[in-house]
């Protein structure tokens, strides 16, 4: 059971305008998502009424914005089935939280010769950091393939644990290019038996489908408030034991526990990781937003996204010459690639967008699965709690104007 | 159904200008857009004087790419180098019937013309 759309709709201000005349299809949440009124108001809140820096403060304003920022902290831990909200840390979006990881965790562990796993089908955030980190240590990074099919081949796993210099194992809880929902516990088993780590970004997860870090077992959880309705900002959270053997990513304010001329000690967790003055806002509005999703259940944003995923599958192929990227079973998320012959993705996205359409063109920030696919760009749609199928008609509509104007 | 889309420059699309190799020529450069996969192949020839005698083009991109090449082979001819040099996005969108682009799509409209520039440094006629 899902909710009245329309309703749910007049929950987001922006959705209310017109684009070039035209209802605003909004389709590219997976790039962000838009807000809901509550996320609106409680920034308002906060500036009208709570604000004053975190942390340091000894009179009651200060002492209401800090409990503010931690209440959020607690209800983000819990969102994603944390029972600690120290392991919990804010950082300015999932591009951080992984770099935090590779830094922080990767130049403390990873030496010469051993190996760093990723996928061929990451976001290059849980790519570059790990290249990177891989080349200042002469150590080796390998791909998981991705099949014709978008899906990871598993069977490439065991042989790159097989000689124990795999340290640690990255991959995408969802493709935001194919919206392949890899098996993470399985993953994340077969990482673990060989004494590897494992980091999850969960960028596109965890805005659309339940995500508990204790089922998955995984021990870093990266992803982004500002996709799940929030303000821009995001999380990291990392096991307390792990976490406390890092050494901190950024130096300064709040993240100290004293300082001398010539030596510090570092603040306990979370705040080790909390350079300087957060986003105490955004913080609070993160909060909100989660409490959006939660109370539309999590199960049913799943349900609701892939009642549309099913029906953009069967709809698209209606589009002369249109080829649809990964996965074509509806038990995958709602980020939609595909591409048009003989018709370059900008052109799909500049024309649909004179219709009040806003859709992806590009890369995606994920060049190597696009070079796989041996394609130089595709159009993705996206969707989210708001979308329904009265925009998967639309698309299609659009599509068609597209092919009837661009294709001769 | 788009502003953008207007029908002189499909027709630069689909029937692109001046499009193919020109043997012996005194400009010859390849320039890609990395983020789109649009890629120009450019050759020109210049006469007695250094003005741009003829232009031609090859490659694949958008609409906006290919018709802003199609249409710059022929606006160029007569021009010198450092005329070319001067030309700007304003120049390009006037060039493409006054259009007004939308910052994506600016980087598309000039790969063409900053081939041909790049292509006149590189022969050392700027």
């Known amino acids: 059971m899902t909710w009245n759309l329309e309703e749910l709709r007049r929950e987001f201000p922006i959705l209310q305008q017109q684009v070039h005349g035209k209802r605003l299809v909004f389709l590219d949440s997976a790039a962000s998502a838009q807000k809901p009124r509550a996320v609106i108001e409680a920034l308002t ?60 965790w990767g130049r403390k562990h990873i030496t010469a010769g051993d190996r760093i796993v990723i996928t061929e089908m990451e976001h290059h955030s849980n790519l570059v950091p790990w290249m990177m980190l891989a080349q200042e240590r002469g150590a080796e990074l390998a791909y998981l393939p991705v099949t014709a099919a978008g899906e990871l081949e598993l069977t490439a796993l065991p042989p790159l644990l097989a000689d124990g210099r795999t340290r640690v194992v990255a991959f995408t809880l969802m493709s935001n290019v194919l919206g392949t929902i890899p098996p993470a516990q399985e993953l994340t088993a077969m990482a673990h038996a060989a004494g590897a780590l494992v980091v999850a970004d969960g960028a ?20 982004s408030g500002h996709k799940l309705g929030g303000p821009g900002i995001g999380a990291l959270w990392g096991r307390r034991r792990l976490l406390e053997a890092m050494p901190p990513f950024l130096f300064g304010g709040d993240m100290i526990l004293s300082v001398k001329k010539h030596s510090a000690t570092w603040n306990e967790l979370p705040y080790k990781f909390e350079a300087g003055t ?20 999590m199960e049913a944003v799943q349900q609701h996204e892939q009642m549309l995923v099913a029906y953009a599958l069967e709809r698209l192929p209606e589009v002369p010459g249109l080829h649809i990227l990964g996965p074509t079973h509806p038990h995958r998320g709602g980020a939609v690639s595909f591409w048009l012959e003989g018709i370059h993705p900008h052109d799909i996205a500049s024309v649909l967008d004179s219709e009040g359409i806003c859709i992806r063109a590009g890369l995606h920030c994920a060049e190597p699965l696009h070079a796989r696919f041996g394609l130089p760009a595709s159009a993705r749609a996206s969707f989210f709690i708001y979308n329904g199928t009265d925009d998967v008609d639309a698309l299609v509509a659009g599509l068609q104007g597209v092919v009837k104007l661009l294709r001769r | 159904m788009s502003d953008l889309y207007r029908e002189q420059l499909l027709e630069h699309y689909h029937e692109p200008q001046n499009y193919g190799v020109l043997p012996e020529a005194d400009v010859d450069v390849q320039l890609d857009n990395p983020t789109c996969g649009d890629t120009i192949h450019l050759t020109a020839r210049l ?24 249409m710059l082979t022929e606006d160029v001819v007569g021009k010198t180098p450092q005329e070319v040099a001067a030309l700007e996005l304003h120049d390009v969108e006037e060039m493409m019937g006054g259009l007004r682009l939308s910052m994506g799509r600016v980087k598309c409209a000039l790969l063409a013309v900053n081939a041909l520039k790049k292509g006149l440094r590189e022969s050392g006629r700027l």
Do not use: W
Request: with cysteine; charged share 15%.
């Open chain 1, 45 to 104: 809140t906060v500036y009208t009424t709570a604000y004053a820096n975190v942390h340091r403060g000894l009179y009651s304003l200060a002492e209401a914005a800090t409990a503010h920022y931690e209440e959020a902290r607690e209800k983000i831990a819990h969102f994603i089935g944390a029972s600690d909200p120290g392991e919990l840390i804010y950082v300015r979006n999932a591009t951080e939280a992984l770099n935090l990881v590779a830094y922080a």
């Open chain 1, 204 to 223: 596109q997860a965890v805005p659309h489908l339940p995500v508990n870090v204790q089922t998955l077992g995984v021990d870093f959880l990266a992803f």
């Open chain 1, 278 to 297: 957060p986003a105490i806002a955004e913080a609070v509005g993160f909060g909100v937003a989660v409490d959006f999703l939660s109370a539309l259940g």
């Open chain 2, 47 to 70: 006469d007695p004087e250094g003005r741009i005698a003829k232009v031609m083009f090859e490659g694949h991109g958008c609409v906006i790419s290919m018709a802003a090449a199609s």
